[in-house]
């Protein structure tokens, strides 16, 4: 007989919502449908929060069968107080996006529907997975879904952004796969509580290569192009989740095998690998000041953010403060995209240019840039505040220089994002701009579930930066 | 007893939050009763008055709240009362109280945006008053970049201020990055923020390595916070936002909480004696810079504004003499005396129905006389007439100059001040006596004062005064400060006579460098100091050889600094928005024909890992 514990249960049941998505007659159904089955892993996924213990500092709710027994391959799944809070802010994620695209109307809705359930269920499996080859399964499976989606977008020239999604992606996954064989070889096990007590078995090469693995994910300098190019080309909700959820499988790998496993590679290395990321920090600073597309501002604003939450994780400063700013992270970027298509609902543009011309008519867009301004730059109370001033420690203990050149890119970017907020929506007008015209469009976002989606995540930034104590308990 | 202490610190705290926070939301319902609005922004901070006041006489023990710790670094919210922070957060509160009257009974006509300046205003002061009152470097940052990042809002709510709110940002952001550094610094030196274990670090400060340079760099955040030399653009810039805000920003807030910082954390600057040194240097240079300057800016809120930002340099200079209990006087009186001052000078722009250049205003005395007396007893009490607000301030300041080692200082001092009266009796002049220089129809227009309006600034006249007093009398009986005094000496009451014979003095000395004495008749005193004051400042009116030497000569001085000024500004501003959109633009052009793919950045980025090898190789960095 075989007894399901909550946590395989949160997985299966976005599986059995595709299901229900692909058997339901219209689109409205459909929505409704995949809405009410993302609210209750949500309702499920809080539930655990409660009933976990803190204080413990060992797995909990495991669930074990034999896969292949053959090759000692076994369905292995169990939680962690790190990824608790990943699971909980998928849930909330994924069902923020189901009631974003609630009343709007897009292209092949069962197929992408299916698809965000699909990422749900594949992604809250990788961060419970504690089989080596459960969790390579379910990681790569999810690339699976963020193709659907992009694909499903009505636009002609999404081809490119796919093909950059791919080639980076199968590279991550080639080292990755062949670093998880060499491990499986090496232990004899694909258990990883077992593999934790076999790593002086490991050599040198399966660090390397999960390291460049997860330099394509997070993205790290030289392999970081392909961000920016799928997030302009994907539609919102796919960049939301590709965003807030899929960068975090690198900080998966990261905890789950590199920190446990290779812990002393990473001491030995540190150096090499901050250096990487503080160049890839300047780099995508300096491509910010160039970029007219607010999407690829943001995007390039995400890179910053993960190489800042690498320092954090790379100086040693504790592992909870590297989940605080990765869920930081995620929240952030969810608001910016999510505002972003509000914008490109009412004005079809996203471009800076476009916007000086026109905006200040609306006072919603107003208010929602005001609102992504004052989270870009890390008001007190909202949680990039935190972030900010736990980087800089963290990167002063790397280095002297880093810590200088974290401080200037703060300055720079603040103030550049600043003064562009004010050219946008603080300049007087010549009367012989262009206006656009402003179609009924916006009427849309004034729709109740749109607002309750601003609502959720800008209180959960505020959450996480007032309660930042208690988050970090 | 403790916990009992504790709760009613809890309560006073929360009170004061809570509070504030109501009057915020309430510009969400945008009211359009006058009342309601005196209930928000008025009857609010007089609470907060009665608790700062309350918490004088009650000994409320410290609230320390945990924000979040990295390891065994805690970075806590600490508060606590006491007699000086509390007087001081009286000030600031009733300076508040006394901005949003005239705010509400003058702007009839409401507008969502001044009810949401309104309730900047009222959480701005609150976070002084925070600042004030903390113990712990943290809370202390939090404030600072609070402030900063208001100012600039508010500061932004004017159309068409891009320039002026991104310097003000700018400025003040670089100012709290200075404050983070200097933070983690001596986190990672001390491992706590807590002001006691920081001043026993700076006892023994050979011991670390990191603190010496951490001194400097509090420095530069509390000088870029002072308005003073090489970041005194945003005072200026500030001057775009409306003129109530620019009193209470450059009175007692965010002009202020260097001053606050330095004379809360004495024992950073004490532990290095260059510190003392720069502050003085420093201090000087502004106050000679603003103060020529403030002679020839011709808009009412920049004349304002530069001398403000040259009474701050007279504050860094006391300061840096290591009389922190001085520079906290006249912290305190320079409140009191520059919102009058300001005030008095908002009825006037409100008389002229918003003008602020003085070239366009002028024989406006007999329209409007109850602002006139207004204006005259407000410069009365900014020039430190005996025993009006500023002259205990002022007073105190040179005695304890002439009791340090540095005698001579006194010299350049009171020329300083004696500028400054010049430019304050040419502001006067300029916009309200002699010939108007108004449009037909702006004369039209003008507005008295008169019957309940007029009661809110003579009532603050009278407080001031007796405020002043109070303050004075702290001060001489030793109990105005945070820890540490300055020196110790006690004034014969001569002093004050003396102090009484400088001040007259000084007015004279500025009354005749403006007048021409050669022309001057007794029957006709007057009409000549006012003919002259006004003519001195216009080129075709100047008969008098050697006042108009004087004024060339003056004029080349301000040329060549406002020169430097604009090369200062220009460095900033073109370093911010132009070079960035110009270097944007040039990269743009060549990633568009692609000459620049992946593999230019992929090149940088080796260029760059070399450039750190070689670095490490050679320095060892």
Redesign the interface.
């Given at each position: 007989m075989i007894e399901l514990n909550l946590v395989s249960i949160l997985i299966l049941l976005p599986i059995l919502g595709t299901v229900f998505v692909f058997l339901s007659a219209n689109s409205t159904l459909c929505k409704s449908t995949a809405l009410w089955n993302s609210a209750i892993t949500l309702i499920l996924s809080f539930t655990l929060l409660t009933m976990f213990n803190f204080s413990k500092n060992t797995i909990q709710y495991i669930d074990e069968y034999n896969w292949l027994p053959n090759y000692g391959i076994k369905y292995k799944v169990g939680l962690d107080k790190f990824s608790l809070p990943f699971i909980c802010m998928i849930s909330l994620i994924c069902f923020l996006t189901k009631l974003w695209i609630l009343k709007k109307k897009i292209h092949k809705t069962k197929y992408f529907l299916a698809a965000i359930l699909l990422f749900e269920s594949f992604s809250i499996g990788a961060f419970c997975s504690y089989d080596l080859f459960l969790l390579l399964v379910f990681l790569e499976s999810t690339t699976i879904p963020i193709i659907i989606m992009i694909f499903s977008s009505e636009k002609n020239y999404s081809k490119n952004a796919v093909m950059q999604f791919l080639m980076y992606g199968m590279l991550s996954t080639i080292c990755i796969t062949i670093a998880f064989v060499s491990i499986y070889n090496s232990c004899g096990t694909a258990d990883l509580l077992q593999i934790y007590k076999h790593k002086h078995l490991l050599g040198p090469i399966p660090f390397w290569l999960l390291i460049v693995g997860i330099a394509v994910k997070i993205p790290i300098f030289p392999l970081y192009y392909w961000l920016p190019e799928v997030h302009v080309q994907s539609p919102t909700t796919c960049s939301v989740l590709l965003g807030s959820i899929a960068l975090k499988f690198s900080s998966l790998i990261l905890l789950r095998i590199l920190f446990p496993v290779f812990y002393d590679q990473i001491m030995q290395y540190t150096k090499e690998i901050s250096v990487l990321c503080v160049i890839s920090m300047v780099l995508s600073c300096s491509n910010i000041f160039m970029q007219d597309d607010l999407k690829k501002i943001f995007a390039y604003f995400s890179i910053l953010h993960m190489n800042m939450c690498m320092l954090i994780f790379l100086s040693g400063i504790g592992l909870r403060y590297f989940v605080f700013s990765l869920l930081s992270h995620s929240f952030v970027l969810a608001m910016l995209f999510f505002s972003t298509d509000a914008i490109h609902t009412v004005l079809q543009t996203r471009s800076i240019v476009d916007l000086k011309k026109n905006s200040p008519q609306l006072v919603l867009i107003k208010n929602i840039m005001f609102s992504n301004i004052l989270i870009l730059i890390g008001v007190p109370l909202t949680s990039g505040f935190m972030v900010d001033i736990v980087s800089v420690y963290a990167s002063y203990k790397l280095s002297a220089i880093y810590a200088t050149i974290l401080v200037f890119i703060i300055l720079a970017l603040s103030t550049y994002l600043f003064f562009t907020y004010q050219s946008i929506f603080n300049q007087l007008k010549n009367k012989t701009d262009t206006k656009l015209e402003i179609p009924v469009g916006h009427l849309q976002i004034n729709s109740i579930s749109k607002k309750m989606v601003f609502v959720t995540i800008s209180t959960c930034i505020l959450f996480l930066g007032i309660f930042s104590s208690k988050v970090l308990m | 007893m403790n916990s009992e202490a504790a709760s009613l610190t809890t309560l006073a705290i929360t009170t004061l939050v809570v509070t504030i926070g109501c009057s915020v939301l309430f510009t969400a319902f945008f009211p359009k009763s006058k009342y309601l609005r005196y209930l928000a922004f008025v009857f609010i901070p007089i609470t907060h008055l009665a608790i700062f006041a309350a918490s004088i006489f009650f000994e409320l023990s410290p609230l320390v709240l945990?924000?979040?710790?990295?390891?065994n670094l805690n970075?806590d919210i600490h508060l606590s009362f006491g007699l000086t922070k509390s007087s001081v957060c009286l000030v600031i509160t009733l300076v508040l109280i006394f901005i949003q009257i005239p705010f509400i009974q003058l702007k009839s006509t409401t507008n969502k945006k001044h009810l949401r300046i309104q309730a900047c205003l009222s959480v701005f002061s609150l976070i002084m008053c925070f600042s004030v009152l903390s113990d712990n470097l943290f809370c202390f940052f939090?404030c600072i970049?609070?402030l900063g990042?208001l100012s600039?809002f508010i500061v932004?709510m004017e159309?068409?201020?891009?320039t002026e709110?991104?310097r003000v940002?700018?400025l003040n952001?670089?100012s709290s990055?200075f404050f983070?550094?200097a933070i983690?610094?001596i986190?990672?030196d001390v491992n706590s923020l807590e002001f006691n274990n920081v001043q026993a670090a700076y006892k023994s400060i050979e011991s670390y390595p990191n603190l010496r340079f951490s001194v400097y760099l509090l420095l530069a955040s509390c000088l870029c916070k002072g308005a003073q030399l090489p970041f005194s653009s945003w005072i200026i810039s500030a001057t775009k936002a409306n003129i109530y805000v620019s009193v209470l920003l450059h009175t007692v807030t965010i002009v202020g909480i260097g001053i606050i910082f330095i004379t809360k954390c004495y024992f950073i600057f004490d532990a290095v004696a260059l510190s003392g040194k720069i502050m003085i240097v420093v201090g000087f240079l502004t106050a000679i810079w603003m103060g020529l300057s403030s002679v020839f800016h011709v808009d009412i809120k920049k004349i304002i504004a530069a001398s403000t930002a040259s009474s701050v340099g007279f504050m860094f200079i006391a300061s840096g003499l290591g009389e922190y209990s001085t520079s906290l006087l006249y912290f305190v009186c320079h409140a009191f005396f520059k919102t009058i001052f300001f005030l008095s000078f908002a009825y006037v722009v409100y008389a002229v129905s918003g003008e602020t250049n003085v070239l366009k205003m002028g024989g406006v005395k007999e329209r409007i006389p109850n602002i006139v007396d207004l204006v005259w007893v407000s410069f009365l009490s900014t020039i430190g007439f005996p025993f009006f607000v500023s002259f205990f301030a002022k007073t105190a300041f040179f005695s304890s100059i002439f009791y340090t080692e540095n005698k001579w200082m006194l010299f350049p001092t009171i020329f300083i001040n004696i500028i400054s009266i010049i430019s304050f009796l040419r502001l006067i002049m300029l916009s309200i006596h002699g010939k108007t220089r108004m449009d037909s129809q702006a004369l039209l227009h003008i507005k008295d004062i008169t019957g309940k309006p007029l009661a809110p600034p003579w009532l603050f006249i009278t407080i001031a005064v007796f405020g002043s007093f109070i303050a004075w009398s702290m001060y001489e009986w030793q109990v105005l400060h945070f820890g540490a005094y300055g020196i110790v000496y006690s004034r014969a009451p001569m002093e004050y006579i003396w102090g009484c014979l400088i001040e007259i003095m000084q007015v004279i000395i500025a009354i005749l460098f403006v007048s021409e004495p050669t022309k001057s008749e007794k029957n006709k005193t007057q009409k000549t100091i006012k003919f002259v004051l006004v003519s001195i400042f216009k080129d075709n009116m100047i008969s008098d050889f050697v006042s108009h030497n004087v004024y060339v000569a003056g004029r080349q001085i301000i040329k060549l600094l406002t020169l430097f000024n604009r090369g200062l500004n220009k460095a900033i501003d073109s370093s911010?928005?132009k070079f960035?959109e110009l270097?944007?633009d040039c990269?743009?052009k060549l990633?568009k024909d692609k000459i620049v793919n992946?593999t230019y950045?992929?090149f940088?980025?080796i260029i760059?890992?070399m450039s750190?090898i070689v670095l490490q190789e050679i320095y060892g960095?």
């Open positions: - | 945990n924000w979040f710790s990295i390891k970075f939090v970049e609070c990042l600039s932004s159309k068409s201020s891009t709110s991104t940002f700018f952001k670089l990055i983070l550094v983690v610094l986190a990672t911010l928005s960035i270097s944007s990269l743009c990633y992946q950045w992929v940088l980025g760059l890992c750190y960095i």
